[in-house]
């Protein structure tokens, strides 16, 4: 079985302040594919980063990096100078290479406010 | 826009009803798959097709069932509501070779609310 525990329900910050989501991944698999993706009020799930088992070199794009530590099963996503448009659900998400199917499997979520 | 369409955006209906929700998938891509989001369980997987035929089931009830046609457009039908089936329900789709494949770029979600 596979679970992806976001431990951080809601978290508020203040406008240009930086910002890390926490993401831990339990599975079996040694091949398998982590995921982020926000949530904005309007409702719509947008795809952030996919990052590859085999891949722990650390990403960043624009204002948002993550980082992705195999030894502690975490793959962390950090805002930094954080924006109003910020705002939103971001959800980490795990699927597995195995068994033909890619369903994710996503954790409940951590809610940002970013306050101006 | 990630390319996946969805409709309808909005479904009010009563217990008992039966409705359908319909989903294009992104250009090219054979995969579809649905996910229900709601407040209690969150984002839970439903099924998922390819080119077609059923890949993978998740925790999808008996009073749903989904289709893929040859064009690949998929549809969800939902019957006997009750209220605790009142949800967003995404579609997704992927495609693509490689590592690509485990890409899923979802569509806006129809919100069904079921009084």
């Known amino acids: 079985a596979q679970k992806v525990t976001q431990a951080q329900t809601e978290i508020s910050v203040v406008e240009k302040e930086d910002v890390t989501l926490d993401c831990v991944y339990e599975t079996r698999d040694t091949t398998y594919y982590l995921f982020w993706y926000k949530q904005p009020p309007s409702g719509e799930l947008v795809f952030l980063i996919r990052r590859n088992s085999f891949d722990e070199q650390n990403e960043i794009s624009g204002r948002y990096s993550w980082n992705f530590q195999k030894s502690t099963s975490s793959f962390n996503f950090t805002i930094t100078a954080s924006q109003v448009v910020d705002s939103a659900v971001y959800f980490c998400?795990?699927?597995?290479?195995?068994?033909?199917?890619?369903?994710?499997?996503f954790g409940k979520g951590t809610k940002l406010s970013v306050i101006p | 826009d990630s390319g996946v369409t969805q409709t309808p955006k909005h479904l009010i209906t009563a217990t008992g009803q039966r409705v359908t929700l319909r989903c294009s998938p992104r250009s090219g891509d054979l995969s579809v798959y649905w996910y229900q989001q709601s407040l209690d369980q969150g984002l839970q997987f439903l099924i998922q097709y390819y080119n077609g035929e059923e890949r993978a089931k998740g925790n999808i009830l008996e009073r749903f069932s989904a289709q893929q046609f040859p064009d690949l457009h998929s549809e969800l039908n939902l019957s006997s509501l009750e209220l605790g089936d009142s949800a967003l329900y995404f579609c997704?789709?992927?495609?693509?070779?490689?590592?690509?494949?485990?890409?899923?770029?979802f569509g806006p979600g129809t919100r069904l609310t079921v009084t």
């Open positions: 997704a789709s992927s495609g693509g070779t490689g590592v690509n494949l485990y890409e899923q770029y």
């Open positions: 998400a795990l699927v597995n290479s195995g068994a033909g199917s890619y369903q994710l499997t």
